[in-house]
């Protein structure tokens, strides 16, 4: 478990250095609430240091997410001469094929992770990159305001799914009480309620597409589910809409794997992977050239709709026999 290269008290020195400025701070492609709550806070704690920092995403960033999103378009152009990468595990997941070489810090909790960053911290024992990232504005002695503290919640608790993963540790909910105590009052309420407790009528239909649609395996042990991009325009689906589907076939009872493989170009199949405690998701993912987590983790797949389940089933045959 142990990835740690550089101590946490060296890449805070690092950042708070004069001559460290004019940053990029990546998230990864479909960024989730992680990346995005993480590289918000970051480049918050560096603007408020008197740095030029902007976040960078090879993907939109989601509108789930607009009440962090900072006003890139306000700030001021520079030209980029540092790069760090937050919650980001593998190369393919960056803004730009060269965007790795050019990593000054890398800064993740995925166990797989092989960025080459010049200062890389991977701590897989964190249940999500903001965790991290609030030990490091420690580090640094940078203030944790209520910007930072709703940003770090968001990372956190939608890493955790509201604190219900097995990834959950007691430095997660210490982590949580910590911001709550310097978040706004009821922020953290209309977080949870925005993530965990509102969805759109659109997409409670395309859940309910989810449930009728699974595919139940091995004796039930495995939940399967393939949206194509025909199927996805049949229901009027963005790609980003597919991502909470995983979560409704996972709670499937006695489903020990759910997958779901959603198209995300022509012939281009992005997998996602949950598991129960027996089953390795990121070994699992890791056939495939992805990676992740124990629980969790993902990859890419290249092939028609049929090949690429008859590819995915025969891996996972394999894992269980």
């Known amino acids: 478990m142990e990835l740690k290269t550089t101590e946490l008290a060296q890449i805070a020195i690092q950042l708070i250095d004069p001559a460290f400025d004019r940053i990029l701070v990546a998230c990864h492609r479909s960024p989730d609430g992680d990346t995005v709550g993480c590289a918000y806070a970051l480049t918050h704690v560096l603007r408020a240091l008197g740095k030029q920092a902007r976040v960078w995403c090879a993907d939109p960033i989601p509108g789930d997410f607009a009440f962090l999103a900072i006003e890139e378009a306000e700030l001021p152009f520079f030209q980029p001469e540092r790069f760090v990468s937050v919650d980001v595990a593998a190369r393919d997941m960056l803004p730009g094929a060269d965007f790795a070489d050019k990593l000054d810090i890398v800064i993740d909790h995925h166990r797989t992770n092989d960025l080459p960053g010049r200062s890389r911290y991977v701590d897989p024992g964190a249940a999500a990159c903001g965790e991290i990232l609030l030990e490091l504005f420690g580090a640094m002695g940078a203030e944790v305001d209520v ?43 209309r ?43 049949a229901l009027s689906a963005s790609y980003e809409d597919l991502e909470s589907l995983i979560n409704v076939i996972r709670q499937v009872e006695g ?33 495939f050239g992805g990676g992740g987590h124990l629980a969790a983790a993902g990859c890419t797949l290249e092939g028609g709709e049929d090949e690429v389940k008859t590819r995915l089933i025969e891996a996972i045959r394999e894992m269980l026999s």
Do not use: P, W
């Not at 409670?204 to 325009?233: I, P, R, Y």
């Open 147 to 189: 910007y930072t503290a709703r940003a770090l919640y968001t990372a956190i608790a939608t890493d955790t799914g509201c604190f219900k993963y097995s990834n959950v540790t007691d430095n997660t909910f210490l982590s949580a009480a910590y911001l709550a105590r310097r978040a706004g009052k009821g922020d953290l309420y």
């Open 191 to 233: 977080i949870n309620k925005h993530f965990f407790e509102t969805k759109s009528r659109h997409r409670m239909k395309l859940e309910a597409f989810a449930a009728d649609n699974a595919e139940f395996l091995f004796g039930g042990k495995v939940a399967f589910l393939s949206v194509s991009l025909a199927t996805q325009g």
């Open 255 to 287: 489903v020990v794997v759910a997958v779901v493989a959603k198209e995300r170009e022509e012939n281009i199949y992005k997998v996602s992977v949950r598991s129960e405690a027996g089953f390795d998701a990121s070994a699992f993912c890791g056939k």
